[in-house]
């Protein structure tokens, strides 16, 4: 399969890497048809999916099985009216369903957007008016389907509910019935071009809401690099990415790289991160290929690896957040396996990574991605020479862009135009580069904050938290943090009625809140009270100070 879209699949060095990687672009392309379905004719009963969850079931789905309930899944969406540029909503956590709708929408030329099921209501309207969603498609979770069901009034374009089960709340449409009852799939006459849109996702930024980012059809093939040479995957690779798919980084590591390398994906479906019983994962199934962000690896490295068997384990890949060296070095003591960083967006694939030909530098990104043209460039435009720090970039221009960089950000010329214009896309990460070419996080040049592998936009937090009547305004940054790497801290300055109130209390009552208000995994851990914030002489918040003065 890998032949079929790059110039050539073997390399002898990073040299070789760099100079002769090729992505080959066809006239007309769709994931679905031409990789999933594709290897259901060539050999049906590969094994795309491996699932199991923490209640001790477990699923294999071959190629012929997916193209089987993925037609079927489909067949039910047209049943619905669903149909090519039409957005549908998918709140799975790590249920199979995922897998089956959104190869099904890709199969209709529907437009996928993946969400967290920690969006509450508020989170829902606003998503659903602005990418005018027509369909929700959402665990049996009571938590979630009530959030839904809360918000579905208010979303004028939003025509169908659909629960993937196990519980089918009032008002909802079952899936499972419906896949089953599903009639013969139809391919439709018309399913897509290259670059009309196909996911998309919203990403949190410093200021305003989040920002919808738009990938086109041969966004799947950026992802190659992603899971042939980051993953370093190959066709009896077992390769599991610890990702919710609500998240950009499910795509990365659960679907597109991985079966376009023809590597069998495993799904751990569990509530709660326990290090354990992710060994022990590894252990029993005999995992090959390992992705996680660096909390995960600290998490693991604290229990007692010597219980487990991890003799499968090749090869290991850690993105998210920079990772700490003593991290690396803890885990290759114990392991034998070198972690190996890699660097992307939402608005990207992988970046910058560190690949089979190249030996990890702890803390170091890796070299860019020769499908991209990556450059560091300083302040006034210039490259930065070595040693020099300045951001990331990607030369390209929006007409001729390579495969992974995503269109815009849709319904915002004015957002695309700033990040990407003058054939260069900026991605506000900052870096220095090495004499060897490896890339070195420095951080961003905005106030997004990455915890535990979430990213956090300040001004949803600073929103939620101060609509409440204690809170006359706020700054949220981030402090370091030796688990998450990351933590929200919220700056308070309290209105007068509740100064006398300030104290753990009042803390405990504002965290609680903005739980409520807003996803909850953004609330703030540390909260200081202040009377005043610093600003600048145009009276804007000096978030700069007080990072600085945290560090």
């Known amino acids: 399969m890998l032949e079929r879209f790059v110039s050539q699949t073997k390399f002898t060095s990073q040299e070789d890497f760099e100079s002769n990687f090729r992505i080959k672009v066809p006239e007309s392309f769709n994931f679905a048809y031409d990789v999933v379905d594709a290897w259901a004719k060539e050999n049906p009963e590969k094994r795309a999916i491996c699932w199991t969850n923490d209640k001790g079931e477990h699923i294999d789905f071959t190629y012929a099985a997916l193209k089987e309930k993925t037609d079927r ?39 996928v957007i993946p969400a967290t099921h920690l969006l509450t209501g508020k989170d829902i309207i606003y998503r659903c008016h602005e990418a005018d969603i027509k369909a929700i498609v959402c665990v049996g979770d009571p938590i979630v389907q009530s959030h839904v069901l809360e918000a579905k009034p208010d979303c004028p374009t939003l025509e169908h509910i659909i629960s993937a089960g196990p519980a089918v709340a009032q008002g909802f449409q079952d899936l499972a019935a419906g896949i089953e009852n599903a009639a013969p799939f139809v391919r439709p006459a018309n399913v897509n071009t290259n670059s009309d849109i196909m996911l998309m996702f919203f990403t949190s930024g410093t200021t305003g809401e989040p920002k919808m980012v738009a990938h086109d059809f041969l966004y799947p093939l950026g992802h190659i690099v992603t899971g042939s040479y980051w993953h370093n995957l190959r066709e009896d690779s077992l390769h599991l990415t610890v990702a919710d798919t609500g998240w950009g980084k499910a795509v990365w590591g659960k679907l597109y790289g991985q079966m376009i390398a023809g590597a069998s994906i495993f799904v751990y479906d569990h509530e709660k991160f326990t290090p354990a019983d992710m060994l022990q994962m590894i252990q029993d199934y005999h995992i090959t290929s390992f992705c996680a962000p660096p909390t995960i690896f600290r998490f693991m490295i604290q229990e007692d690896i010597t219980k487990y068997d991890l003799s499968s384990l090749e090869w290991c890949c850690i993105a998210g957040e920079a990772l700490n060296p003593s991290v690396y070095d803890e885990f290759y003591k114990l392991t034998g396996v070198k972690l190996r960083e890699g660097f992307g967006q939402t608005e990207t694939t992988c970046t910058v990574l560190t690949t089979p030909w190249m030996e990890p530098k702890p803390g170091s990104m890796g070299r860019p991605n020769p499908a991209y043209d990556v450059d560091i460039i300083k302040e006034d435009g210039t490259p930065a020479e070595v040693g020099e720090r300045g951001e990331i970039v990607i030369h390209a221009n929006p007409d001729a862009k390579p495969c992974g960089l995503f269109r815009g950000y849709l319904k915002d010329e004015q957002k695309t135009y700033a990040a990407w214009n003058n054939g260069l896309y900026h991605t506000g990460d900052e870096a220095w580069r090495d004499e ?17 592998g979430y990213r956090i936009g300040p001004f949803e937090v600073e929103s939620a938290l101060v609509s409440h009547p204690a809170v006359v305004e706020c700054a949220i940054t981030a402090v370091p943090d030796p688990i998450r790497g990351q933590v929200v801290k919220a700056t308070v300055v309290l209105a007068d009625e509740y100064k006398s109130q300030a104290g753990d209390a009042l803390i405990k009552t504002l965290q609680d809140y903005v739980k409520k208000v807003t996803a909850p995994y953004k609330y703030p851990r540390v909260m200081e009270f202040v009377d005043e914030l610093p600003k600048t002489i145009s009276g804007k918040i000096k978030r700069v100070d007080i990072r600085n003065k945290d560090k």
């Not at 049943?79 to 209709?108: C, N, P, Q, T």
């Not at 060897?436 to 535990?452: A, L, M, Q, T």
Request: net charge positive; charged share 25%; proline share 0%.
């Open 73 to 111: 899944t489909a067949s039910y969406f047209q049943s619905l009216g669903i149909g090519k540029g039409d957005k549908v909503m998918l709140i799975l956590k790590r249920r199979y369903e995922f897998w089956f709708s959104i190869i099904a929408l890709h199969k209709l030329g529907a437009v």
């Open 436 to 452: 060897d070419g490896y890339f070195w996080f420095v951080g961003r040049n905005d106030d997004v904050i990455k915890s535990s």
